[in-house]
């Protein structure tokens, strides 16, 4: 579980691609932050707004195994991460202040980038959602863009407006991520828990 409060950016130095007749996978090699200092094998780590787990690391790099389930769900989000840092969280420890939202790692979907734009010291955002996870979202309720947690300041149709202030420009990727780009998306957990108890 995550908290959707950055904590690092980094870069991907290479990637290794296996496939086979029934299913394909990727790992993917970035470079550690310093502050990452308490790492172990089996860690969890939101790697872009996905919960990825460490299968090995050491003083300069980790290495996580992308999956056919987790490619799917990133489409062409996926073809994007070398263009730009990618956002890095470890887990939450039980006890610690929760800053954001609780964050699982898992995506529902990709938003487009249908605008973006700096707004005084700010940065407006507007993302398009597909439409079986528009119910999630409402004005003053919390959405997680490749891993960051932000508020919601207004949903138009399948068109969600969110607004960077200073800090989450710099510490984030999401300022640099241009117009017909992709995001991903997860919803927020307990709206998500809302309406699974409602349908029963």
């Not at 919601?152 to 510490?171: F, G, K, R, S």
């Amino acid at each position: 579980m995550f908290s959707g409060i950055v904590e690092a950016q980094t870069q991907i130095l290479s990637t290794q691609s296996e496939e086979n007749a029934n299913s394909k996978t990727i790992r993917i090699f970035v470079n550690k932050p310093v502050s990452f200092d308490d790492l172990k094998k089996g860690d969890s780590i939101c790697t872009n707004g996905v919960c990825l787990t460490i299968e090995d690391y050491n003083q300069d790099h980790i290495q996580f195994c992308l999956g056919a389930e987790t490619l799917s769900v990133l489409g062409d989000s996926f073809s994007q991460w070398n263009q730009y840092p990618l956002n890095l969280e470890r887990s939450m420890k039980l006890g610690d202040r929760i800053h954001g939202h609780l964050v699982t790692g898992h995506v529902d979907g990709l938003g487009k980038v249908t605008g973006s734009y700096q707004d005084g010291e700010c940065w407006q955002i507007i993302i398009q959602i597909s439409t079986d996870i528009k119910k999630f979202f409402r004005k003053k309720g919390s959405i997680c863009l490749n891993g960051v947690s932000l508020t919601v300041n207004d949903v138009q149709d399948d068109l969600v407006a969110v607004c960077l202030i200073p800090e989450t420009i710099t510490m984030t990727n999401l300022a640099k991520i241009p117009v017909g780009s992709y995001m991903n998306v997860e919803s927020d957990y307990l709206a998500k828990a809302y309406f699974q108890l409602k349908v029963k």
